[in-house]
């Protein structure tokens, strides 16, 4: 299955709440996500056999990694529940979530029964003055460090993400690689990107990948790998002394839309073939008014066929209204 540009469908990001416990100033900033917020109703949230049927629907189209996102995803009640539901469908090689780690040293062993493969934390400073003013709650460091290693623990690989915004974060670049390469963990740091309309965001606000890479090697020389696979997000870099590796997600000032194989799906059933995109089409429509999955494999494969983003590619020339990142789970 290949849109316009020849790209294929690889990769599924199932958002499965739009609600988080973190007010992050780059993606939920409290002005906007205040005590009035009103988030999506429980009706029209994809119910867990819903999710299920997209799997299965997108794994026939090419589909072989699903990740679980939001919001925050291990706020969605019975969670274990879906993993053990998706994990169980046959095609799908890669069962991933990404979170902000709070929750995960009660649900990690649970996740990891029920057939999960991989986690990726999202923190973006060791520093607890600093996490707090970014996390927007006060959330503690320790509590997503314990997280992280109890996911370890039960044997789930975890890499970490770290945002990086200029003025705010940036001194954390070097004792966040310290602890990582110490921790036998991998960090990917992710340029500031202008996803949704909230954040305020100014290009003078990314750190860029070159700029980023050079802070790291100024202390850890390390040289570049080549990608494992064609859609490989993370630019990564080995250390020169064998401890490890990092990888830089350059959005902002590399683009790498040629390869994206990515197709997001909102909370509420929207599909996006493009987080950049204005609007998603009525998944969940074409969900509830079919019982069996044909439709939803006409409605993904006409979706996916006429596909032509490739906003980051454009950035700078056209302008649009985008959907918020917590609404779409990045
Ligand atoms: N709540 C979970 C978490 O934070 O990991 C999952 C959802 S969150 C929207 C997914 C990822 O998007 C996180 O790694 C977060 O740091 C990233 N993100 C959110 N807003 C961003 C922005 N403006 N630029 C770059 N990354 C962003
Ligand atoms: Fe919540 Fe994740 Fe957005 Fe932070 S980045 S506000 S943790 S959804
Ligand atoms: Fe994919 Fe859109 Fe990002 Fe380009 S801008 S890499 S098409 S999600």
């Known amino acids: 299955m290949l ?3 020849h790209r294929p469908l690889r990769d599924l990001r199932l958002s499965l709440t739009d609600r988080c416990n973190f007010r992050c100033r780059y993606c939920m900033p409290v002005e906007v996500f205040g005590p009035g917020y009103q ?36 706020m969605r009640r019975g969670v274990k529940d879906l993993v ?37 934390v999202s923190l973006d400073a060791l520093d607890e003055e600093i996490f ?22 039960h044997g789930l690989p975890v890499k970490v993400n770290m945002v990086v915004q200029r003025g705010v974060n940036e001194q954390e670049i070097l004792p966040m690689i310290r602890w990582t390469r110490e921790n036998g963990v991998t960090l990917r740091f992710i340029e500031y990107m202008d996803v949704g309309a909230s954040n ?16 790291v090697t100024s202390e850890f020389p390390a040289k570049p790998v080549a990608a494992t696979y064609p859609g490989e997000v993370a630019k990564r870099w080995t250390f020169a002394d064998g401890e490890g590796e990092f990888g830089v997600i350059s959005s902002v000032t590399q683009p790498f839309c040629g390869d994206c194989s990515r197709l997001r799906i909102s909370a509420e059933g929207k599909a996006f073939t493009c987080l950049f995109a204005s609007e998603g089409a009525d998944l969940r429509a074409a969900l509830r008014n079919a019982d069996d999955d044909v439709e939803v494999l006409d409605f993904l494969r006409g979706l996916w066929g006429a596909r032509k983003d490739r906003y980051s ?8 209204t985008k959907a918020e990142m917590s609404y779409l789970g990045g």
């Open 132 to 153: 707090a003013r970014m996390n927007g709650v006060g959330a503690k460091v320790d509590r997503v460090l314990l997280g992280i290693k109890t996911a370890r623990l």
């Open 313 to 320: 590619e454009e950035r700078g020339l056209i302008s649009r």
């Open 39 to 74: 988030f999506l109703p429980r009706e029209e949230i994809l119910t867990f056999d819903e999710l299920v049927r997209t799997v299965r629907a997108s794994v026939e189209l090419g589909v072989k990694k699903i990740r679980l996102t939001g919001g925050e995803p291990l």
């Open 84 to 120: 053990t539901m998706i994990s169980a469908v046959p095609g799908v090689e890669d069962l991933a979530i990404t979170t902000n780690g709070i929750l995960l040293n009660h649900q990690a062993e649970g996740l990891a029964a029920a057939g999960l493969d991989r986690v990726t």
């Open 3 to 5: 849109d316009t540009l």
């Open 200 to 215: 305020g965001w100014k290009m003078e606000e990314v750190v860029t990948a070159k700029e980023i890479v050079e802070i």
